[in-house]
């Protein structure tokens, strides 16, 4: 017994409607799908034509067939390109060095300022517009060299106690204090004043030469007291400090008051082996001033290689000679374990005097750069420029003379015909190559300008 529900039945024509209107359907469908099919085809041409329009356009290339075979040519040079700049990038990461915090300062040194009375009367001649004294063409002719340094230093070897002592030569020396003022403006930015002639004018003068000193913006070394012997002076320029200890061999035979608060910094064994460990703990870098050797003598003394010896070996990074006022020799001195150099100026001589023999009217300005960055401090580049005091001589009968039109000159650029006007010629007859002479025995050529060598 089948009990499924009966199917309507339909007549042959009905059936006919229904497959007609399928089919109807079926033709609709396919015309769209024609059509749409069509118009994604217009758009994807459109956008084909556009892109060809603008590579053209930017490219300024005349025919599609150019644009594909730049392309070409731009995809295979762009994959060299990608490894070339890899390579190059690997280049410059091993050949090019990092970048290292270096620090530097260009500093300059001068030996003994001198100012002998003939030199302050050629000052007090020289004044105008209201001055007692113009101090300051003297020194023209290396003003370029103090000014364009980092830092640069001066031995003042003659006490400026002021006008109340009264103006003086040698051999109690006071020195118009308008001599300082022109160091200062002539660029010196540390001023020695531990010399043997520091007690010239006694106590109070020392003390009166302190108080003008600590007015002026500089570094004062040689002046102490006795609760400040300890007080290591530093220098600090474009982040490197300069540590200092300073010393004098003698003050001739002058001594301080019993009252007097004031030390004189006199070469002691112990106390350079105890302030230069002081200074180490300080400073990136110690120098060491000495006022030694003997006056007049080109012969560096073995008291002076002795100290330069324990001066390296208690850790001193530099010294700067001075008192024979003559040019002396430099040296890169080794300590006795072999684990530190020193640079050691033995003398620069006079930076300006009027002594009498030419063998002291040539001195010499030190120079040399202070390093530091990553691997520690060092000292580079080291020079000796020599220079020469001219100055004449007016003869005021058999016993008084005094000097007159003192300059100051890099001896390379000394003009020869000065030197027959020379007022030195009185106490020896020289030559210009006598001066270059000079210079070149003094120094070892290591150490001086290629005009020397």
Not at 66 to 88: M, Y
Not at 336 to 365: A, E, F, K, P, R
């Amino acid at each position: 017994m089948n009990n499924q529900p009966n199917k309507p039945k339909i007549s042959r024509e009905q059936y006919e409607r229904i497959m007609a209107k399928r089919r109807a359907q079926k033709i609709k469908a396919a015309r769209r799908k024609r059509i749409l099919t069509l118009i994604i085809a217009a758009v994807i041409i459109a956008l084909v034509i556009g892109a060809v329009i603008m590579v053209k356009r930017n490219l300024n290339f005349k025919n599609p067939d150019e644009i594909f075979s730049t392309l070409e040519s731009s995809q295979s040079s762009s994959a060299q390109h990608s490894d070339s700049t890899q390579d190059s990038t690997e280049t410059t990461q091993s050949s090019q060095p990092t970048q290292s915090n270096e620090n530097r300062i260009s500093f300059v040194a001068c030996g003994d300022n001198i100012i002998h009375e003939g030199i302050f009367r050629d000052a007090q001649n020289r004044a105008k517009n209201g001055e007692k004294y113009n101090f300051k063409d003297m020194y023209a002719g290396v003003a370029d060299i103090i000014s364009a340094a980092d830092l640069s230093y001066v031995v003042q070897e003659t006490p400026m106690a002021g006008e109340k002592y009264g103006a003086s030569g040698y051999p109690s020396f006071n020195t118009p204090q308008e001599d300082g003022d022109t160091l200062v403006d002539l660029g010196f930015d540390v001023v020695n004043i531990a010399t043997n002639h520091m007690l010239d004018q006694g106590s109070q003068g020392l003390a009166d030469s302190i108080d003008f000193w600590k007015t002026k913006d500089i570094t004062l070394l040689g002046a102490f007291t006795k609760s400040d012997y300890d007080n290591i002076r530093t220098t600090t320029k474009n982040g490197i400090t300069i540590a200092w200890i300073s010393y004098t061999y003698s003050t001739n035979g002058y001594t301080l008051n019993s009252s007097s608060n004031l030390l004189i910094p006199y070469i002691d064994e112990g106390d350079i082996v105890r302030q230069a460990a002081l200074a180490s703990q300080v400073g990136d870098i110690v120098i060491a001033t000495m006022h030694w050797g003997t006056d007049s003598s080109e012969v560096i003394t073995s008291e002076q290689r002795r100290v330069a010896k324990l001066l390296c070996d208690s850790g001193v990074d530099v010294i700067l000679g001075s008192h024979s006022h003559t040019l002396q020799d430099v040296e890169m001195l080794t300590s006795s374990d072999g684990s530190h150099q020193t640079l050691c100026y033995y003398s620069l001589g006079n930076l300006i005097s009027s002594m009498l023999y030419y063998n002291l009217m040539v001195g010499g300005i030190a120079s040399f750069d202070i390093v530091k960055d990553e691997n520690g401090v060092r000292v580079e580049n080291p020079l000796v420029t020599p220079i020469m005091c001219q100055y004449e001589k007016i003869d005021y009968g058999n016993t008084t003379s005094f000097p007159y039109n003192l300059a100051l000159y890099v001896l390379e650029k000394y003009p020869a015909e000065l030197v027959e006007k020379h007022g030195a010629q009185i106490d020896g007859a020289f030559t210009y190559n006598d001066l270059i002479a000079r210079a070149k025995n003094a120094v070892n050529s290591e150490y001086l300008p290629s005009f020397y060598k």
